[in-house]
């Protein structure tokens, strides 16, 4: 591009820059001011031949403009013959964090020309990033069309951005009015959002080069939407409520007039400084979705070849031969439209569900493998329960591990269909077998303890009773032995007392023969004996 087309005049070259490398000195020994025209700024001048400061106070144009309009405008007043560069501190940066945009929003960095501020409003869209109101000039030297390049370059990398560039004002407040309220509120700027999130970063900037006729008085404004300014790279980080510069607008005047930049390059650091803390905020939020999605991705494709060596050994049908793998390639397009759509917690719902099911299909391939052994010791186990089941006697144990065995038979043979039909059913019913084959085990087991503990119980009442037998013959033979004893000693006692008696008897009888013989009555009456 040659030249730059005004607004309101003929096409103009500018001999001044059409050599100068894109980002060269544009301003060397500049003095002039570089204000936002808000009332509170207080602007130091350097230069005796700088120009006045605007006088009108502008303190309301730098509040919120527009009700539910999330920007604001914010000023200072600044010289730009400002010797020393800024030391303010800076907005927080990650240096390993891409200073250009990541995002692949279309944009077209082209300028609109147009005659003014009203027409910027009117013709203000998303797509295109640079307006030139007029002729705009530095030092009264029109832009050249490198410098224009320059813009185009940079906001390239910026998707997010626009730049206003008026030629001239004489009603700063007016037109800065109409610009900030016309783009701010329009449907298009609004619309402006990080594709990741969805988060509105939109971000003007509205450079006035000449102000009430002055061409050595310029004048630039920052507008931010709500992520910019939460992640403090916004409108109040380029200026505060009372025009003191920001960590953001000393960049922009370091740039300037200290390494002599041209405004594209001395608003490049500044862009790059906002941009940097999007995409660092964009990792923080988007990074483990993508991470998880792209996880699900992996997944899935190690396991399309796992499913077709599957497929090729044991054949297709069923739900293990044949895996919903289109489903599963759908479900993440749905995850990544999903973050387009700024759902995050849907993209992550859906790329763990692709995840979950791979895993799963691949645990049920590996398990189909392994299911052949798992039947056969299956079946071995319940032939040895039903070879033990012929020795048990008939008890309860027994008739349980009966009613066992023929569950577990029952659910071999549903396992048979669903294993050969590829069915995942099988493993329920395996296991369900598995389970009876145990509790027929367990059943023979307490069978065999129910009958030792019988023939344990009858042994040891045979045991008691003949001890007891034992017992009551020696009882009975120590109680005769005794008895006898007794009896023996009894009758020598007892033929004494005899002996005794008789003899007693005997001298009884005496007497009473002696009696008789006196025939005496009355003494046999009186006989006591």
Not at 27 to 56: F, I, K, Q
Not at 92 to 119: I, K, L, M, W, Y
Not at 173 to 199: K, M, W, Y
Request: proline residues 4%; charged residues 20%.
């Amino acid at each position: 591009m040659d030249a730059i087309r005004s607004g309101n005049g003929p096409l103009i070259q500018s001999p001044y820059r059409a050599s100068a490398p894109v980002g060269a000195a544009v301003c060397e020994n500049d003095a002039v001011e570089w204000s936002t025209g808000t009332g509170n700024a207080h602007p130091m001048r350097l230069a005796p031949e700088a120009a006045a400061v605007d006088a009108p106070a502008m303190a309301s144009v730098g509040k919120k403009i527009g009700i539910g309009v999330a920007l604001a405008l914010t000023g200072f007043g600044i010289l730009a013959g400002t010797a020393q560069p800024a030391h303010a501190q800076q907005p927080t940066s990650v240096s390993t964090v891409r200073t250009t945009s990541t995002d692949t929003r279309a944009r077209e960095a082209g300028p609109v020309h147009v005659g003014s501020v009203d027409e910027v409003v009117e013709k203000f869209s998303r797509e295109r990033q640079l307006y030139i109101v007029g002729q705009p000039a530095l030092n009264g030297r029109p832009l050249s069309t490198q410098e224009i390049e320059h813009f185009k370059q940079v906001l390239a990398d910026h998707p997010n951005v626009y730049v206003v560039l008026v030629d001239k004002t004489t009603d700063v407040g007016r037109d800065d009015n109409v610009l900030s309220r016309g783009i701010a509120n329009s449907h298009a700027f609004q619309s402006v959002a990080q594709p990741d999130t969805g988060e509105k970063d939109g971000v003007v900037f509205m450079i006035y080069t000449n102000v009430n006729e002055n061409p050595m008085k310029r004048k630039v404004f920052m507008r931010s939407e709500e992520l910019p300014d939460r992640l403090n790279v916004g409108e109040a980080n380029f200026a505060a409520e009372d025009g003191t510069p920001g960590p953001l607008m000393e960049m922009f005047i370091d740039a300037f007039k200290n390494q002599q930049k041209d405004l594209a390059g001395s608003l490049q650091p500044v862009m790059q400084q906002i941009i940097q803390a999007v995409n660092a905020h964009v990792e923080r939020t988007v990074g483990p979705v993508r991470e998880q999605i792209a996880l699900a991705q992996t997944a899935l494709a190690g396991a399309k070849p796992e499913i077709k060596k599957f497929q090729d050994e044991f054949g297709k049908g069923g739900q293990i031969g044949d895996p919903d793998v289109a489903g599963w390639e759908a479900q993440l397009d749905a995850a990544r439209e999903a973050v387009s759509r700024d759902n995050l917690p849907e993209a992550t719902r859906l790329s763990q569900a692709v995840v979950s099911a791979v895993s799963t299909q691949q645990a049920a391939m590996s398990g189909y493998r392994q299911a052949p052994a798992q039947i056969q010791a299956l079946k071995a186990d319940l032939a040895r329960m039903e070879s033990a089941l012929q020795g048990l006697e008939d008890n309860a144990g027994a008739r349980e591990a009966r009613k066992s065995l023929d569950a577990a038979g029952n659910m071999l043979a549903r396992l048979g269909i669903a294993f050969n039909a590829k069915d995942t059913s099988y493993t329920e019913s395996l296991k369900a077998a598995q389970e009876q084959a145990e509790s027929a085990s367990q059943h023979v087991q307490a069978s065999r303890q129910t009958t030792r503990a019988r023939l344990d119980h009858e042994k040891t009442m045979r045991n008691v009773r003949n001890a007891v037998l034992g017992g009551v013959t020696l009882a009975v033979l120590v109680v005769t032995f005794l008895l006898n004893r007794r009896a023996r000693h009894k009758k020598a006692e007892a033929e004494e007392a005899l002996q005794k008696a008789i003899a007693d008897i005997g001298a009884r009888a005496q007497e009473l023969m002696a009696l008789l013989n006196q025939s005496d009555v009355h003494e046999v009456a009186a006989y006591e004996g």
